[in-house]
Structure formats: C-alpha cells, structure tokens
C-alpha cells in the first residue's frame, strides 16, 4: 500500500489482500503463488518498459485512494450509524 502511495507499481503474488489492491495491469502486476519464473519475468517487465512501470504506477497511485484514512473512517462512520439507527 505504501508503494501505490507512491505511485510504485506492485509485482505480487495473487493471494487474499493482494488482489484487493491490484488487479492485473491496473496498478501492477499479480503472479501465481510460487511461480518463481512468472515473478522474475513480471519483475523484468517492469524494468524493461519504462512507460508500462510509469503508468501502472499512476494506476496504483490512483487506486490506493480509496483505502485512505478518511474514507475508511467515513466508511466505518456510516457503517455504525446505520447499526446505531436500526
């Protein structure tokens, strides 16, 4: 999450809490669990194209906002009122 503040593009495994944040090429890149191959070629990827890195970078920068403090106190806000109303 830090490195989508960032504006970083992610290379991760497609596991629980990854694909939340990331879908593929939104933002990064996701591998299978224990593909060693796959990551060491999505990680070169990567390095090899500037403008893919820079604009998955800006998809994942983009993309993190909505796990932003403020919106999940707003969230979370709303989510008690509406327990408290009911």
Do not use: T
């Not at 809490?17 to 939104?26: M, T």
């Amino acid at each position: 999450m830090e490195a989508m503040c960032a504006g970083l593009p992610c290379v991760l495994s497609s596991i629980r809490g990854h694909i939340d944040l990331i879908e593929q090429e939104k933002g990064g890149l996701l591998c299978k669990i224990n593909k060693v191959e796959e990551f060491a070629n999505s990680l070169q990827r990567m390095v090899d194209n500037s403008d893919f890195r820079k604009m998955q970078g800006k998809i994942a920068q983009s993309r993190i906002q909505k796990f932003d403090k403020s919106v999940v106190i707003r969230q979370l806000r709303k989510i008690f009122d509406d327990i408290l109303i009911n």
